[in-house]
């Protein structure tokens, strides 16, 4: 759920997020790699997040280990495992798909070098919440059809961050949304576990910052 919205004009102009993040993707999914298929159930659960997922995946975020419904590149080091935790019976309905796709996401750390202007937005709500930026992620939400990459027009999905490693547990956190053209959204954690952030990801691009309020 959304918190409130902070118009754009107030943070920044214009809102760059990296394009190496879209190429990468497109590349990938482009490929014949089935990506969609569910990995295999003796597939060990790694400490820290791998690359390549397959949908149904475990992954451990914040310690506790979570089935990811999407496919994807999971490769954000910032934090402590992200997964997708929509059912995956729910992705239709929920991103709009169409017969034959297959939603797939990508999920790398941002900073700035990589999206210089998406930053000064996050930093710049951040501080309007008397907050505090502890990790950035670039999202790009989309579906496969026949190996190639399909932009969603609609749609979103929860995902499930865990806490950069040292973070307070005792504080309160949010997410701050950045879409490109520079819309920022205030978005609410979503679950009660101390050492996780649920929030809502929309299709599409986007950079999503873990924020302490």
Request: aromatic share 4%; proline share 5%; with cysteine.
């Amino acid at each position: 759920m959304k918190l409130k919205k902070i118009l754009a004009a107030t943070l920044a102009a214009t809102m760059v997020l990296s394009s190496a993040m879209t190429v990468s993707a497109r590349n990938y999914y482009s490929s014949s790699a089935p990506a969609e298929e569910p990995a295999p159930a003796s597939t060990p659960v790694s400490s820290e997040p791998e690359t390549i997922k397959g949908a149904n995946a475990e992954i451990k975020v914040g310690g506790a280990v979570v089935r990811t419904s999407i496919a994807g590149a999971y490769a954000a080091r910032s934090v402590q495992g992200v997964a997708v935790t929509t059912p995956a019976s729910d992705l239709a309905a929920k991103l709009g798909l169409k017969a034959g796709q297959k939603a797939v996401i990508t999920i790398y750390d941002a900073d700035e070098k990589n999206s210089p202007a998406a930053m000064a937005s996050i930093n710049a709500a951040a501080e309007a919440l008397g907050g505090k930026v502890l990790a950035a992620l670039n999202i790009n939400l989309g579906a496969k059809q026949n190996h190639k990459w399909v932009a969603l027009e609609g749609g979103s999905v929860a995902l499930a961050t865990g806490l950069p490693k040292g973070a307070d547990t005792t504080k309160t956190y949010c997410a701050v949304c950045v879409l490109p053209g520079g819309e920022v959204t205030i978005l609410e954690d979503l679950d009660t576990n101390p050492k996780t952030v649920t929030f809502e990801v929309k299709s599409g691009i986007g950079a999503y910052a873990i924020v302490a309020k």
